[in-house]
């Protein structure tokens, strides 16, 4: 068969492939689903109620004609971002690909469907609970790295500068638990290595590619679980992990982050005495 022939018969099984499982493995997360997620979270790394841990991965892509350059990283490659939640199994629980690669972590969530969802209250978040074995209630909460702002609804790290011993044992439950996700970007490269290189197709058809080896990295945790090989190599460190109106707007923007940092301040105090 023709290079044509074949590059039409790949797009159409992967968006077939796509299609025909993500609604038994990839989901739109209900409550109750993440509500079980944040029970995972506590019981494996030690972070309550955290509803997963928020990552962006720049997948590298054969840069197209007449590109511009909006889509070319700190790396100075082309690339598009892989935007993800994972869950405490690292699992994606939601993926969103195609942000392009000038932008930060930061930037790609503010422009996601994920934070637009969340933002006004339609992405099925439980309601507040209580920190285990006490009664301060706080939200539940996803996590990120120092890349993404501070919401109520997502914890970052305290800044490196001005750091107290309270402060640093917070970050590092924070980090524990974030790993999940650098974990499952590194499972994910491992097994899918054209992840490795350009991938040698259109902007779009790049997108179905990649939102196809998500899918079917869910489909391996659930059948194989913790016995294939790639997720051993991962979790043993043999791979390394790919880290890759005005006024009332401003007025609510200012009380919505202290609300933020009293959240983050209410986990340090929780850590310090678990």
Excluded at 169 to 178: C, E, G, K
Excluded at 187 to 199: E, P, V
Excluded at 244 to 273: C, H, P, S, V
Aim: with cysteine.
């Amino acid at each position: 068969m023709g290079d044509r022939t074949i590059a039409k018969i790949v797009h159409e099984t992967c968006l077939a492939i796509w299609e025909e499982l993500v609604s038994d493995f990839m989901p739109v997360p209900t409550q109750e689903k993440l509500a079980s997620v944040a029970m995972d979270y506590y019981n494996r790394w030690g972070f309550p109620n955290c509803i997963g841990s928020l990552d962006g991965k720049h997948c590298q892509v054969k840069c197209p004609n007449n590109s511009g350059s909006s889509h070319f990283n700190y790396l100075k490659y082309f690339s598009l971002v892989l935007q993800g939640v994972a869950d405490a199994d690292k699992k994606f629980l939601t993926i969103e690909v195609g942000a392009k690669g000038k932008q930060s972590d930061g930037g790609t969530f503010a422009s996601s469907t994920l934070f637009n969802l969340i933002d006004n209250n339609r992405f099925n978040v439980p309601p507040e609970k209580n920190l285990p074995g006490t009664n301060i209630k706080v939200p539940h909460v996803l996590i990120g790295d120092e890349a993404y702002p501070l919401k109520t609804y997502l914890m970052r790290p305290f800044p490196s500068r001005g750091l107290n011993p309270a402060r640093e044992n917070f970050n590092d439950h924070l980090s524990r638990a974030r790993k999940c996700i650098e974990c499952t970007f590194g499972i994910l490269r491992a097994k899918w290595r054209l992840l490795g290189k350009d991938i040698e197709v259109s902007s779009q058809k790049a997108i179905v590619i990649i939102k196809c080896m998500c899918i079917l990295h869910n489909v391996i945790r659930e059948k194989d679980g913790d016995s294939d090989l790639d997720y051993c190599n991962i979790m043993l460190g043999s791979q390394t992990v790919w880290e890759d109106e005005i006024t009332d707007r401003r007025a609510r923007g200012a009380n919505t982050l202290q609300q933020a940092k009293e959240i983050r301040n209410t986990f340090m105090n929780y850590f310090l005495n678990t």
